[in-house]
């Protein structure tokens, strides 16, 4: 669970990457985020509906229109800061044009400080290459993914209806192998198979997965970075005589033929500034942890892809209907699909390229509580922080007093009770505690509004 977005430094733009995160020389300043600090919701989205569809991950808005939200960079900027707290956000019958998701796509990035190196993806499995159009008048654009389950069942086994697998196997981040990975991806899926179910997505949240993990093991991931390797292109260009795209895919680091990149097993996400899992699932299957043996590798990307794909509490299932919309933040998140019908189901899906990744240690973890009893700790804010002198500088740089300390010892973390400045910074919306907590509390991951 992450604390709230709060106005601190972190990953500054002149922060000189670790060589170990693979930063090419001379690249890092134009090719890190610009951002000095994260950024804090105003609340221009608040005129609009919505709901949160677990505790964890996820958000919905069932009526906005995002053709009106693209009028206004506040409100685009306030979704982008919406989308990489709650993870994946969800839009109704959107219809939404290819160049509108486009516009969209690059804006989010753009408006949330990613660098000006950075634009949209463009697949290595090149659609205008292979005839793919992107809309109904038959145009050929690379900087839309078609996604698309006949598509997948000709180039990729593992899609075939009959194939023996395990669904776990499918969870990912999309394009991890690139020097400079996505930060934001769109996805509308326009065709449903027709009368059957099925064909759902699901997604789950590195910084749950990484908050689940136990503080010697938080902080042997932190010194790891792990290689991300994606072969299959290659194999598919020789096998069909494709001809795929090597140079310029989105930014100019993301050129030629090997597709493996060298990125941190914890990330820093610099809007939230949280701390996220990111070196698991598809993304390094074919990859490997560096700096330690074999079968330590292996066991690491085991227990890494376990815990996103055996916590069904830190995930969210979404259920398409035609013209719906999901925008996740790639840093933060990983999904797979749900290959259980047999028709076709179709959409296009925009990658925004973000910036290098980089694990900044003064990222911020806490579990997050917010108070609605009526005893005197009314509007205080609850923190079980596992480390006490770092969180307390944190909050303290922000202007919150400790009200309580108690120390938990079956957990070793504190329970701390700040309150703060007045005004407060922002109000806080609350959901609803699970069963096993204790009465008249809420539990608040991520506030927003």
């Not at 804006?107 to 292979?130: D, F, Q, W």
């Amino acid at each position: 669970m992450a604390p709230p977005s709060a106005d601190v430094d972190t990953a500054p733009v002149s922060q000189q990457l670790p060589s170990k995160l693979g930063v090419v020389s001379g690249t890092a300043e134009t090719h890190v985020s610009t951002l000095t600090k994260p950024l804090v919701y105003s609340g221009s989205l608040d005129e609009y509906k919505s709901f949160d569809v677990t505790p964890v991950i996820g958000r919905e808005y069932p009526e906005a229109r995002l053709v009106d939200i693209l009028k206004d960079d506040a409100k685009i900027k306030d979704l982008a800061i919406q989308v990489s707290q709650r993870g994946v956000v969800f839009f109704r019958n959107q219809g939404l044009s290819v160049d509108d998701q486009k516009t969209l796509g690059q804006k989010l990035g753009e408006l949330s400080g990613k660098p000006e190196t950075s634009k949209l993806h463009r697949h290595a499995l090149s659609n205008s290459k292979r005839g793919i159009a992107v809309d109904e008048n038959g145009r050929l654009d690379d900087e839309i993914s078609v996604i698309s389950s006949e598509q997948n069942r000709k180039y990729y086994k593992r899609f075939t209806n009959n194939s023996k697998r395990i669904s776990s196997e499918g969870w990912h981040a999309d394009i991890t192998f690139e020097q400079v990975p996505s930060d934001y991806a769109i996805l509308q899926i326009d065709t449903l198979p027709e009368d059957t179910a099925g064909g759902d997505t699901l997604w789950a949240s590195g910084y749950e997965a990484y908050d689940r993990l136990s503080p010697a093991i938080q902080k042997l991931a932190e010194s790891l970075t792990a290689t991300h390797y994606q072969p299959n292109f290659v194999n598919i260009s020789k096998e069909h005589s494709l001809e795929l795209i090597n140079e310029d895919r989105g930014s100019p680091e993301n050129t030629g033929l090997d597709f493996k990149a060298v990125h941190p097993v914890i990330r820093t996400n610099p809007v939230t500034g949280w701390k996220s899992l990111f070196a698991a699932g598809g993304q390094v299957a074919a990859g490997y942890i560096n700096d330690v043996t074999e079968r330590e590798s292996e066991i690491l990307k085991s227990y890494f892809l376990e815990l996103i794909a055996s916590n069904h509490d830190l995930q969210v299932r979404f259920k398409w209907n035609k013209n719906d919309v999901a925008i996740w933040d790639n840093r933060s998140v990983f999904h797979t699909a749900t290959n259980d019908y047999d028709g076709k189901r179709q959409g296009n899906r925009v990658v925004s390229i973000g910036e290098k990744p980089y694990y900044d240690p003064n990222s911020a973890d806490a579990y997050i509580t917010c108070t609605t009893s009526t005893m005197p700790y009314l509007a205080h804010i609850s923190l079980v922080v596992r480390d006490y002198d770092e969180a307390i500088a944190f909050y303290s740089r922000l202007g919150f007093t400790v009200v309580e300390d108690t120390f938990i010892p079956e957990q070793q973390k504190r329970w701390v009770i700040i309150q703060p400045p007045l005004p407060p910074p922002q109000p806080i919306r609350t959901l609803p505690v699970p069963a096993t907590e204790t009465p008249n509390e809420t539990v608040q991951k991520v506030p927003t509004s």
